[in-house]
């Protein structure tokens, strides 16, 4: 799989009332311009040192490996950086390469995590087109080419709060990646409103971030309301994810982050504004043990056992019945000719049965 990166505009948020609507977020931005992931790119380290951001559009036109041409900088920080670019190998136009000075991540653990995370195929993760070691200016970078997105919830979360059904809506295709994640060994370490994506009207995590269960923590920093209090030198687990998942639903019901208010607390303080409907599983997702936390497929249980039974073949006409005038009822005409046809047929083979037996012997 490949990874992906989006671009709109918080000029973009007009259309938004259509969401009321239609209740599908990712309708509501249509512009694609400079976007929040892009200008907060999303890494599973968080170096300190590396390019100044204002170096980074010198690279522009420069073209990685002789294949990926730095079309337009889009956005980036000290650490790193996120250029338009195109697949031609896999025949798209458009893609998002993210260039990350070799020095500032511990290189070879990157570049594995990429390449099983490349392998891994669902349609709500973001896809891998490609990654490696490049230079630039005669230094070492990583780089990672992704689908290039349209639009992020972070941007629609600066203009309102989504409502309950569309947090619904939006939670289903997340939990069903994150339970694909967890059943074949992977965290995604990283989730958060600027990881939620969309391409071509679809919704989709971001999956640059997405790394082995039981990878070192040491690479991220426990410094957000989306990291659990147990990353600080532990191991990724699961558990991390569903964390995180709970912070986002909250700052997706109320633009605000929950806080830890006492660390002696079991559960975090939620801020007002988060329904009741909500509340009980925020505070299981966010519960301070891990082992007290849901799993993704416990979360995704009820969109199951609430999904609709859809009729794929066209049923047969219903036998229809006609009342008298006693109240009873007679089936109509054609089923009264087959039952007359039936009994025609007996008595002709019972005349052949007599016929027989007058025969002389």
Known sequence: MRVNAIASRPDGIAPIARVVRRRHWIRAL??????????????????????????????ENQVINGTF?????????????????????HGLAEAAIKLIPASTVPAAEQLAHW??????????LVRILDFGRCELGGREFLFVVTEYADQV????????????????EVLRPVLETLAFLHQHGFVHSRLKPSNFLAINDQLKIAGDTVRPTGSASSGVVSSSAYDAPELSGGKMSPANDIWALGATIVEGLTQTVPVWADSLRETVRLP?????????????CMAKSPASRPTATELLS???SAQPIQVISTPLPAVREAPTTDGTSVRSSGTVLLSLCAVAGALVVLLVAWAALRAPS
Request: net charge positive.
């Open 153 to 168: 919830l972070t941007q629609i979360l600066a203009a309102r709060a989504l409502n309950a059904a569309e947090v619904r």
């Open 115 to 124: 390449r099983a995370a490349a392998a891994l195929s669902h349609p709500h």
């Open 272 to 284: 007002s504004g988060v329904p009741l409907s909500f509340a009980g599983i925020v505070q299981r």
């Open 302 to 304: 009820p969109y199951k």
């Open 30 to 59: 249509r512009v694609r311009a400079h976007s929040w992931w892009y200008l907060h790119p999303s890494m599973t380290a968080e170096p300190t040192t590396g390019t100044n951001t204002d170096a980074w559009a010198a690279w």
């Open 69 to 89: 041409p730095l079309r337009r900088f889009l956005g980036g920080s000290d650490h790193s950086a996120v250029f338009l670019t195109e697949s031609s190998a």
